[in-house]
């Protein structure tokens, strides 16, 4: 038996808004909406759903998406534009990467130069 990853699941409140903010972030559209608790959008080439919880997210995530870029700091400047956190800048080695929050929190990485 092989697993194949096809999309990562965001938990959220809002799921149309939230999709509605990681598309214009990631240059993609909505591929589909379950009456708004759960919406998929169709980047590639990772797929995002978000899927509608009730409780608000209580602690750092355990999982999250890391996103890659030849221009770092321009994208960080259009995401927080956009409406992301900028939360902290970190190195390992010769890796740097951001680390943001979209709209409702949910953490997730910039890497590049």
């Known amino acids: 038996m092989t697993l194949d ?4 699941t965001i938990d959220c409140d809002e799921p149309r808004r939230l999709a509605a903010w990681w598309a214009k972030a990631l ?5 589909q909406d379950f009456g708004g608790e ?3 959008l169709g980047a590639k080439p990772l797929v995002l759903g978000f899927q509608h919880v ?3 997210r ?6 999250h998406v890391d996103f890659h870029t030849e221009d770092r700091h321009a994208e960080v ?6 409406g992301a956190t900028l939360v902290g800048e970190h190195s ?3 890796m740097t990467w951001n680390v943001l929050q979209d709209p ?3 953490e997730f990485c910039v890497a590049g130069e």
């Open 54 to 56: 009730s409780e608000p």
């Open 58 to 63: 209580q602690s750092k995530n355990r999982v």
């Open 92 to 94: 390992a080695g010769p």
């Open 104 to 106: 409702e929190g949910n």
């Open 77 to 82: 400047a259009r995401l927080v534009a956009l």
């Open 5 to 8: 990853a096809k999309m990562i």
């Open 38 to 40: 759960f919406v998929i």
């Open 27 to 31: 240059d993609a559209e909505i591929a």
